[in-house]
C-alpha cells in the first residue's frame, strides 16, 4: 500500500467520557476512495469512534493521522480544515437558523464541494423547506439537511453516522447511489450504519465493534464466508 | 353516528394544517379501525408526524375535524385528549431521566387515582400502585430494572420504558411515531413483538419506516405523500401500488418483501 | 452610674451608596474626633463607636439600631441619613429611651408630627434650606416657581414648605413634575420647566438628582433662560459640578469650613483624616456629639431622660453651633448661611466652593415648636 | 402656541426628541446586551458595570493621561472590551456548561466587586466631565433648544447601531453566533473556533457598553451607581425586542426611549416603571417578543 | 419528611438558639429561610425561576403591616391576611406566568413585580420611602405579648416549622412526584393527561403563599414594612441565598439564607462595612467558581462520595 493513499490511520485509540472509557485502543486505517463502515450493536462505540476523530469526546489518547498530520493534540475546529465533515447521529439542525442557513452554514474546508444547485437537485424537500425554521422539517428531512451540508464544504474525508435512520426507503436508495458517486470522486468515506442491507453493497470493507474495541475486520469479498460470523456479532 | 362508524375509533374529516402557506397536511380523511395495528407511512415531510401531531393537539389544525369514538375532540386540549384514552408516543425517546424506572411508570398509573394535586399528602399514598406498575414493567421485559435510574437505561430499554408507561394509562388508541428508530436489530424485534403484545384490547396507530416492521404488524397502510393520503390498504396491496413504489418504496420494495 | 460601665456610640449612616459622601464614613471619622477631643472618656468610664451601614434602607437602619440597643448595650445613636431611616429609627430609639442624634436628615418631621423626647435634630432641616433660599428669592420679585422634586419623601416635604414660602410671601408655584429617585436623564423634565414660563426652577433634589438635574439645565440653556435654585447642596455635590454651569448658584448650608478661624481649624483636622472637606453633616455629627458627651458628664449618668435635660438646658456652643440651643421640641437651633457657589474665578483651591453671603439666625431659619411637641 | 386636545404640541414635539435621543441612548446600550444576552445566551450581570467602567474610563484617561473625549471614545471601548475578554476567559468559560443561573450569580457578584471598588475610590457623589468643546452649545429649533451633544448621540449611536446590526445580520457572523450557542461541539467539528469566537464576541459586546459609558459621561454624571439603575431596563429592552433579534434590540430601544418620554410628560411618576408594564403586554401577546423568532 | 434524628437535633437547636445569640436576628434568619425555601419549591423543584419573588414578601409585609397598624387585629390573624393576600396576587401573577417559559417566564414575573413596585412606591397606603414604620407586634391570640422578644421568637420558630414542613410535603407528596415529571420532561407529561400549567400554577401559588407569610412574620418582627422586601434586589437576593445553599435541596436555602443573612450582619457593622458590597461579591464569585451545587449540595456530595 501507497503511504499516499492512505487518509486516516489510527493507533491505540482510547477514549473517555468523564470517568467512563469507551474507547479500548482501536486500530483502523482508511485508504483514499475507500468506503468503511463500522458495524456493532447499540452501545459499541461506533457514534464514539467517529466523536474521538473529531476530538468531540472528552478525553482521548493514542494517535489519529489524517493526510499525513497527526491530530492527537490539535482542537476540534483545526481538524476539520483537513478535509473533514462529520455528520452527527443527532443530526445537529440549528433551530434558530433556516434550512438554507443551516445548509450555508459550515465553512468550506476545500474549494470542490458540490454546489448549492446540485444539493437540492439532490434532496428537493429541502429546496421547498427553505426558509423554514431547520428543527421544523420532518425528522428524516433534518437527516438530508445533516447530510447535505457537509457535501457543500467540500470535505473529502466523510464521517457518516446512521445517515439512513429515518429516511423513506427510496431516499435510502438514493443516498446508496449517492455515496458510489461520491467514492467514484475519489472520497473517503467512514460510515456508521445499522442498516447492514445498505451498507453491504456498497462497503469494501467493514469493522465491527464491541465493548469498544475492534473485534473484526471482514472485507467486502468475504462477506459470503463470514456471514455467520456476523450474525452472531450483530443479530441480524 | 351510522353504525358503520362506531367500528373506527378514530376518524378524521378533510383535516388541514397549514404553515405559513405550505399545506403539511392536505385534505386527510383517515379512519382507524377499532383494533387495529394501522400504519401510517409516506416518504420524509409527507405529514405524518404532523398528523400525529394534530391528533394529539400539539398542533392545532387549520380546519377539519377530528372524532374520537364518535366525538368531536377537535377543539379539546392534548392532556384533555390524552385523559380520554388517545396516547402517544415520541418519535425521540420520551421518559423521565431522573425518575426510577418505577416512578416512571407510577407518573403515569397516578393520574387515575384523582390524587395529583394533593401536595398535603405524603407521597407513600402511591404506593398502592406499586404492584401494578411491576405487572406492567414486567409485561416489556423492565421488571429487574424497576428502581434503577432510568438515564442508565440502554436505548431499547427506554423504548420499551415508554410503551409500559404508555400502557399504563390503558389506552384505547396507542399513537406510536417510528417506534424502532435508532434500534439494533435485536431490539427491533423485541419491539415489535411488544407492540404486537400490547395491541391486543387496543388500537395503534404508528409511524414506521421499517418496512420490516410495517409488513409484520400492520393490519391496514395508509400511505401519505405532500401531506394527502395516497392510498390505503393492507402491505400486500399498498407495496404492489405503483405509485406507492415510486414515491416511497423504490426498488426496494422487492427486496423487503423478501425479508419479511 | 453608667450603663455597662461605658458609653456606647452608634453611628448609623450610608457608607456606599448615594449618600455616602454626605454623610458615611465621614460621620464616623467625625464622632471619632468628638470622643478623642473630648479625652476618650467620660465619668471614668470609656466611650466606644460603632457605626455601621444602613444602605439608604429603613428596615436594614432600623434592625441594626434595635440591635445595638436591645443587644450590644448602645446609648445613643447618631449619623442618620436618609429621612426614611431616621424615621424608623427614631421609633426604635424612643421605644428603647435612647437618644438619636440626627446629624444629616432634612425632614421636618423629627420635630414635628414624628417628634419625640429623645430626638435631637442637629444640622439643618426642610424649612431653614426654604427660609433660607426661597424667601429672598422671592421677597426680590422672583414669583414665579417650578419644582423639579425627587419623587418621595424628603422631595414632597422640600417642596410642600418652599411651596408655603413662596405662597406666604406672595408667590406662585406654576408647576412641578415628581422625577422618580435616581433619575439618569432629566431633559425631559427640564423641557417642561421650561415651557412652564417660571422665574425660578426649584430642584427639591438631593445628590446624584441634583447634580444630573442641574447639569441638564445647563445643557438645555436653562440657567440663560430663568433661575435655577439648589435647595439642597452638599459642598461634595457642588465640587462634583463643572463651575461653569454651578458657579452663583444660592443655597442655604448649615455650616461651611472656611467660616472663620475655628472652622477652619476643625476642618484641617477632618480633612487630614478624611482626605476630603467636611460637609455640613460631618461637623454636624462631631457638634452633636460633643454636646451629648458635655451633657452626660454634667449629669453624672448616661441615663436618656437626665442626659437630654442637660442638653436641652445647655447651649452647645462650638466651631459648628453659632447662637444655638436644643429646643425642648429637639430641635437644634442655630446659625444657617446663605451661600452661593463659586464661579471657575474664585476657586482658588478646589476645595473653595462656597461663598457665604449671609448669616440667617436660627429663630428665622427654623419653624416654630408645635406646641405638642414641646417635651419637658 | 398650536394645542390638540388641550395638549401642547411644541412642548409635545421637544418631548418626542428628548425620547427619541434617551432611545438612540438604550438603543446603544441594548445592543451589547442583545448580544452577550439574546446571542451568547450568557446573563451578564455585570454590563451596568462595565458601562460604569467606560465612564469612569474616560473619566480617568482625561485626568491623568489628558486624554480627550474623542481619543477616550476610541480607546476606552477597546481596553473595556480587553476587561470582557479576561472576564469572558476566565470567570465565564469555566462555567459555560453549567446553568445560565450561575453566569447571573457570577457576573452579579462581578458587578458588585467593580461597583465597590469604584465606590471605595471616588465616592458616590459622582464626578463631573465635560462636554467636549466641539460639541458644545447648541441648535435653537422651532419647539425647542438642542444641544449639540445630544444630536450627536443621536448621530453617533446610529452609526454604531446600523454597523453591529450590518455585521451581525448581513454577514455570516450571526449565523456562526447563533449556531456556535447551540451545538458549540459540532460548529467546532465544522472548522469554527468556537471559543475563540465566543470570547471576542462577549468582548465586543462589553465594548459597546464602554462606549456608552464614554457616551454618558459628558451628559450623566460619571458614578459607581449609574450601571445598577439601568440593567434591568436594558435587559426588558432586549427581551421585548426579542432575543436573539439585534434589529429588535436597537429598534426596541428607541421606542422605549420615545414611549418613557411620553410617560415623562404626562405622568412622570411612572417613567420607571412603564418599560416593564409594555414588557408585561408584550409576553403576554407576542411571547418571543415583538422582533424574536417563535421556538 | 421522616422524623429522624437529625431533625430532631434541629429543631431542638432551634429551641434553644434564642438563649445563646439574639433572637431577632436568628428571627430574620428564620424569616429569610422560609422565603428562600418558597422560592426554592419553584425553582429547584419545578424549575421556574421567579424573578419577581420578592412582589409576595413584600405583599404579605405591608398587608399584615397596614391592618395591624389600623385595624387592632391579633398578629396570628395579621399573618393569615398578609399569607392570603401574597397567595391571591400569586393566584394572578400565576395565572400569567406560568404559559411563559425558561427566560421568558423570569422576565414576565419580573415585570409584574416591578408593577406592583411601582404601586407600593405610589399607594397612599404605604407610605412611599418610609414605609409602614412603627408596626404593633400586638398580642398573639389575644394574650400572649410579642414585644417580648423570646416570645415573638418561639412564634416564628413555630410558623417557620410550619411552612418548612409544608414545602417538604409538597415536594413529596403525590403532587411533588407530578412536579418532579413536568420539570424532567414536559411534553412527555402532557401526553401522559397531565395540564402541566395548572400544576405549575398550584406549585406558584403555594410558593407565593409563603413567601407571603415569611413577609408578614417579617414585618411583625422588625415593625416594619418597606419597599425594600417589594424591590428586585430582594428577588434577586432570594436567588443567591438559594444557589448559595443549594438549589433544589431541602435545607440549602435554610442554610444559604442564614450565610447571607449572617454575613451582611457581621460585615454591617465595624470596619468591613465600607467593603461589603466587595466582599459579597466576592464570595459570590468563589461560590460559582468553586463550589456550584451550593453549601448543602456540596456536602451532599462528598457525603454520597464518601458514604455509598
Ligand atoms: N456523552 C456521553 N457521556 C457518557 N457516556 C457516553 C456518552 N456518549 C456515549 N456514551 C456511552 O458510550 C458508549 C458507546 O456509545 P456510542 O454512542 O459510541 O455507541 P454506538 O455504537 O454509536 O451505539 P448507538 O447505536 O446507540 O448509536 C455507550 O455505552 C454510551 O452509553
Ligand atoms: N412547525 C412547522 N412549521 C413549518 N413547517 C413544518 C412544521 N412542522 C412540519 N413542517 C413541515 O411539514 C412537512 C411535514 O412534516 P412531518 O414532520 O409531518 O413529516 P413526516 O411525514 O413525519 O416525515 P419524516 O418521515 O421525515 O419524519 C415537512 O415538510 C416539514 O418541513
Ligand atoms: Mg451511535
Ligand atoms: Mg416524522
Redesign the interface.
Known amino acids: 500500500m501507497s503511504s499516499t493513499g492512505e487518509k486516516v490511520r489510527i493507533s491505540d485509540l482510547h477514549a473517555f467520557y468523564g470517568e467512563s472509557h469507551i474507547l479500548h485502543g482501536i486500530d483502523m486505517t482508511i485508504q483514499q476512495g475507500e468506503l468503511v463502515t463500522l458495524l456493532g450493536r447499540n452501545g459499541a462505540g461506533r457514534s464514539t469512534t467517529l466523536k474521538a476523530i473529531m476530538n468531540m469526546v472528552g478525553r482521548r489518547t493514542g494517535s489519529i493521522v489524517i493526510n499525513g498530520n497527526e491530530t492527537i493534540d490539535m482542537p476540534a475546529h483545526r481538524i476539520a480544515h483537513l478535509g473533514m465533515g462529520f455528520c452527527p447521529e443527532e443530526r445537529g439542525i440549528f433551530s434558530s437558523l433556516n434550512v438554507e442557513e443551516n445548509l450555508m452554514l459550515p465553512p468550506s474546508v476545500r474549494s470542490d464541494g458540490m454546489s448549492v444547485e446540485e444539493i437540492y437537485e439532490m434532496f428537493p424537500n429541502l429546496y421547498e423547506r427553505r426558509m423554514s425554521q431547520g428543527t421544523r422539517l420532518s425528522g428524516g428531512e433534518q437527516q438530508m439537511l445533516a447530510l447535505a451540508r457537509i457535501l457543500r464544504t467540500g470535505a473529502n474525508i466523510l464521517l457518516l453516522d446512521e445517515i439512513t435512520e429515518g429516511l423513506a426507503p427510496v431516499i435510502v436508495q438514493k443516498l446508496g447511489e449517492v455515496l458510489m458517486k461520491l467514492k467514484e470522486r475519489g472520497l473517503t468515506i467512514l460510515l456508521v450504519e445499522q442498516n447492514f442491507r445498505f451498507a453491504a453493497p456498497i462497503a469494501d470493507r467493514h469493522y465491527v465493534m464491541e465493548h469498544g474495541h475492534i473485534v473484526e475486520e471482514v472485507h467486502a469479498h468475504e462477506l459470503k464466508e463470514k456471514t455467520e460470523l456476523l450474525n452472531t456479532y450483530l443479530g441480524v | 353516528m351510522s353504525a358503520d362508524s362506531s367500528d373506527y375509533v378514530l376518524e378524521t374529516q378533510n383535516l388541514i394544517k397549514e404553515f405559513k402557506g405550505f399545506t403539511a397536511v392536505d385534505d386527510v380523511n383517515l379512519k382507524v379501525q377499532r383494533g387495529h395495528i394501522h400504519a401510517l407511512i409516506g416518504p420524509n415531510g409527507a405529514g405524518k408526524t404532523t398528523v400525529f401531531n394534530l391528533l394529539t393537539k400539539f398542533l392545532t389544525p387549520t380546519s377539519g375535524r377530528i372524532l374520537y369514538n364518535g366525538d368531536d375532540i377537535t377543539s379539546m386540549k392534548s392532556a384533555a385528549i390524552a385523559r380520554k384514552g388517545v396516547v402517544r408516543s415520541f418519535q425521540i425517546s420520551a421518559v423521565f431521566p431522573h425518575l426510577s424506572v418505577l416512578e416512571n411508570v407510577r407518573v403515569a398509573l397516578q393520574r387515575k387515582e384523582g390524587n395529583s394535586f394533593h401536595f398535603w399528602r405524603h407521597e407513600s399514598v402511591l404506593d398502592n400502585l406499586n404492584d401494578r406498575a411491576v405487572e406492567l414493567l414486567d409485561s416489556v421485559g423492565l421488571a429487574d430494572f424497576a428502581d434503577a435510574t432510568t438515564v442508565d437505561l440502554s436505548y431499547g430499554r427506554k423504548r420499551a420504558l415508554e410503551i409500559a408507561t404508555t400502557l399504563a394509562l390503558e389506552p384505547e388508541l396507542m399513537l406510536l411515531d417510528e417506534p424502532t428508530q435508532g434500534m439494533g436489530h435485536e431490539d427491533v424485534d423485541v419491539v415489535a413483538n411488544l407492540i404486537k403484545k400490547v395491541s391486543k384490547d387496543r388500537t395503534i396507530l404508528m409511524v414506521e419506516h421499517n418496512l420490516h416492521v410495517v409488513s409484520k404488524l400492520a393490519d391496514q397502510i395508509t400511505v401519505l405523500q405532500r401531506g394527502a393520503i395516497l392510498t390505503e390498504g393492507t402491505y400486500e396491496k399498498v407495496s404492489a401500488d405503483p405509485r406507492v413504489k415510486e414515491a416511497y418504496l423504490g426498488v426496494a420494495a422487492d427486496e423487503s418483501e423478501e425479508a419479511a | 452610674n453608667v450603663s455597662d460601665d461605658k458609653v456606647k456610640i452608634g453611628v448609623l449612616a450610608d457608607m456606599g451608596g448615594v449618600y455616602a459622601d454626605v454623610c458615611g464614613p465621614g460621620c464616623v471619622t467625625a464622632v471619632e474626633m468628638a470622643v478623642e477631643d473630648f479625652g476618650g472618656k467620660v465619668l471614668g468610664k470609656p466611650i466606644e463607636i460603632v457605626s455601621a451601614d444602613d444602605q439608604n434602607k429603613p428596615d436594614v437602619g432600623s434592625a441594626k439600631v434595635r440591635e445595638w440597643v436591645e443587644s450590644q448595650g448602645v446609648d445613643v445613636v447618631t449619623g442618620l441619613v436618609a429621612s426614611s431611616v431616621t424615621g424608623a429609627v427614631t421609633k426604635v430609639t424612643t421605644d428603647n429611651k435612647k437618644i438619636a442624634l440626627i446629624a444629616a436628615s432634612a425632614s421636618n418631621a423629627f420635630t414635628t408630627k414624628a417628634c419625640s423626647p429623645y430626638n435631637a435634630h442637629w444640622t439643618y432641616n426642610v424649612v431653614a434650606l426654604a427660609n433660607g433660599t426661597v424667601k429672598p428669592m422671592v421677597q426680590s420679585g422672583k414669583k414665579k416657581w417650578f419644582f423639579i422634586t425627587a419623587d418621595y419623601a424628603f422631595g414632597h416635604a422640600l417642596e410642600g414648605v418652599a411651596s408655603k414660602v413662596i405662597k406666604s410671601e406672595g408667590g406662585e408655584v406654576v408647576g412641578a413634575v415628581r422625577a422618580p429617585l435616581g433619575t439618569t436623564d432629566f431633559s425631559s423634565y427640564i423641557l417642561q420647566a421650561q415651557a412652564s414660563g417660571a422665574d425660578v426652577v426649584g430642584l427639591a433634589n438631593a445628590g446624584a438628582d441634583f447634580v444630573n438635574s442641574l447639569k441638564t439645565a445647563a445643557e438645555f440653556g436653562l440657567t440663560e433662560m430663568m433661575d435655577v435654585a439648589g435647595l439642597l447642596v452638599f459642598t461634595p455635590n457642588a465640587q462634583a459640578l463643572d463651575p461653569a454651569i454651578a458657579g452663583g448658584m444660592k443655597t442655604t448650608t448649615g455650616f461651611y469650613w472656611d467660616r472663620d478661624a475655628e472652622a477652619r481649624e476643625w476642618s484641617a483636622r477632618f480633612k487630614e483624616r478624611h482626605g476630603k472637606i467636611p460637609a455640613m453633616p460631618h461637623a454636624g455629627a462631631y457638634s452633636a456629639t460633643m454636646h451629648y458627651l458635655n451633657s452626660v458628664k454634667e449629669a453624672g449618668t448616661d441615663d436618656s431622660d437626665a442626659v437630654m435635660k442637660v442638653m436641652k438646658a445647655n447651649k452647645p456652643n462650638d466651631f459648628f453651633a453659632k447662637n444655638a440651643y436644643l429646643r425642648a421640641d429637639g430641635r437644634m437651633v442655630h446659625d444657617m448661611y446663605l451661600v452661593n457657589i463659586t464661579k471657575e474665578s474664585e476657586r482658588k483651591t478646589s476645595d473653595n466652593i462656597f461663598n457665604i453671603e449671609k448669616v440667617i439666625p436660627g429663630d428665622q431659619a427654623f419653624a416654630p415648636m408645635l406646641p405638642e411637641c414641646e417635651f419637658k | 402656541m398650536a394645542t390638540f386636545l388641550g395638549i401642547n404640541l411644541f412642548a409635545l414635539s421637544g418631548q418626542l426628541l428628548v425620547g427619541l435621543i434617551n432611545g438612540s441612548f438604550y438603543a446603544l446600550l441594548s445592543l451589547g446586551l442583545a448580544i452577550i444576552f439574546g446571542l451568547l445566551k450568557i446573563i451578564n450581570f455585570a454590563q451596568g458595570a462595565m458601562y460604569m467602567l467606560g465612564a469612569f474610563a474616560a473619566f480617568l484617561a482625561l485626568q491623568y493621561l489628558g486624554m480627550n473625549y474623542w481619543f477616550a471614545l476610541i480607546f476606552v471601548p477597546l481596553a473595556v472590551g480587553a476587561v470582557g475578554i479576561l472576564m469572558e476567559r476566565f470567570l465565564i468559560r469555566p462555567i459555560a456548561n453549567e446553568d445560565h443561573l450561575y453566569s447571573l450569580l457570577l457576573t452579579f457578584g462581578f458587578a458588585l466587586v467593580l461597583q465597590g471598588l469604584f465606590t471605595h475610590w471616588f465616592g458616590s457623589s459622582g464626578l463631573p466631565y465635560a462636554i467636549p468643546d466641539e460639541l458644545k452649545g447648541g441648535t435653537r429649533l422651532p419647539f425647542m433648544y438642542l444641544p449639540n451633544y445630544r444630536a450627536w448621540i443621536i448621530v453617533a449611536s446610529l452609526i454604531v447601531c446600523v454597523g453591529t446590526w450590518w455585521m451581525i445580520e448581513k454577514t455570516k457572523l450571526g449565523a456562526y453566533l447563533r449556531a456556535g450557542t447551540e451545538n458549540p461541539a459540532l460548529m467546532q467539528a465544522f472548522g469554527i473556533n468556537v471559543p475563540l469566537m465566543v470570547t471576542l464576541t462577549f468582548g465586543f459586546g462589553v465594548a459597546l457598553a464602554g462606549f456608552a459609558g464614554v457616551m454618558a459621561a459628558p451628559v450623566y454624571s460619571v458614578s459607581p451607581e449609574m450601571g445598577s439603575n439601568i440593567l434591568i431596563v436594558v435587559f426588558a429592552i432586549v427581551v421585548i425586542g426579542g432575543m436573539g433579534s439585534i434589529g429588535g434590540a436597537i429598534l426596541t430601544g428607541l421606542a422605549m426611549g420615545v414611549v418613557e418620554g411620553l410617560t415623562k410628560y404626562f405622568y412622570p411618576e411612572a417613567s420607571t416603571t412603564v418599560i416593564f408594564f409594555v414588557m408585561v403586554i408584550v409576553l403576554l401577546l407576542k411571547p418571543a417578543g415583538l422582533f424574536g423568532k417563535e421556538a | 419528611m421522616k422524623i429522624s434524628k437529625f431533625n430532631i437535633a434541629l429543631v431542638g437547636l432551634g429551641l434553644v438558639a434564642p438563649l445563646v445569640l439574639?433572637p431577632?436576628?436568628l428571627m430574620?434568619v428564620l424569616c429569610f429561610a422560609l422565603f428562600a425555601s418558597a422560592f426554592n419549591l419553584l425553582l429547584g423543584f419545578v424549575g421556574l425561576?421567579s424573578f419577581g419573588h420578592a412582589v409576595f414578601l413584600g405583599t404579605g409585609g405591608y398587608i399584615t403591616g397596614y391592618l395591624m397598624m389600623n385595624t387592632g387585629i391579633t398578629p396570628e390573624l395579621g399573618i393569615l391576611a398578609g399569607t392570603a393576600a401574597a397567595a391571591i396576587l400569586g393566584a394572578v401573577y400565576g395565572k400569567?406566568a406560568v404559559?411563559?417559559e425558561g427566560?421568558?417566564f423570569a422576565?414576565?414575573t419580573?415585570?409584574?413585580a416591578?408593577?406592583m413596585?411601582?404601586v407600593y412606591?405610589?399607594a397612599p397606603f404605604t407610605g412611599?420611602?418610609?414605609?409602614l414604620?412603627?408596626v404593633p407586634r400586638g398580642e398573639l391570640f389575644g394574650f400572649i405579648d410579642l414585644s417580648d422578644?423570646m416570645n415573638m421568637y418561639y412564634f416564628v420558630f413555630a410558623i417557620f416549622l410550619a411552612g418548612f414542613w409544608?414545602i417538604n410535603?409538597?415536594v413529596?407528596?403525590?403532587?411533588?412526584?407530578?412536579l418532579?415529571?413536568i420539570r424532567?420532561?414536559e411534553?412527555?407529561?402532557?401526553?401522559?393527561?397531565?395540564?402541566?400549567n395548572?400544576?405549575k400554577w398550584?406549585a406558584f401559588v403555594?410558593s407565593a403563599a409563603l413567601a407571603g407569610m415569611a413577609g408578614s412574620t417579617k414585618t411583625l418582627v422588625?415593625?416594619?414594612a418597606?419597599l425594600?422586601?417589594v424591590h428586585?434586589h430582594m428577588s434577586?437576593e432570594v436567588?443567591?441565598m438559594t444557589?448559595l445553599g443549594g438549589?433544589g435541596t431541602i435545607f440549602g436555602p435554610f442554610v444559604g439564607a442564614a450565610t447571607i443573612v449572617s454575613i451582611q450582619?457581621f460585615l454591617?457593622?465595624?470596619e468591613l462595612?465600607?467593603?461589603?458590597?466587595?466582599i459579597?461579591?466576592?464570595?459570590?464569585?468563589v461560590?460559582?467558581?468553586a463550589f456550584?451545587s451550593g453549601i448543602v449540595g456540596e456536602i451532599q456530595k462528598v457525603i454520597k462520595r464518601n458514604f455509598s
Open positions: 439574639y431577632v436576628f430574620k425561576l400569567l404559559k411563559r427566560i421568558y422576565m414576565v419580573l415585570a409584574l416591578q408593577l413596585f411601582f412606591l405610589q412611599g420611602e418610609d414605609g414604620q412603627g422578644n409544608l410535603r409538597t413529596h407528596s403525590p403532587f411533588g412526584q407530578v418532579k415529571a424532567e420532561n411534553a412527555r407529561a402532557t401526553s401522559l393527561g397531565y395540564n402541566v395548572d400544576y398550584v403555594i422588625f415593625q416594619l418597606s425594600t422586601d428586585w434577586g436567588v443567591l444557589l438549589m450582619n454591617s457593622g465595624g462595612g465600607n467593603y461589603i458590597h466587595i459579597m461579591g466576592i464570595i459570590f464569585i461560590c460559582v467558581l456550584r
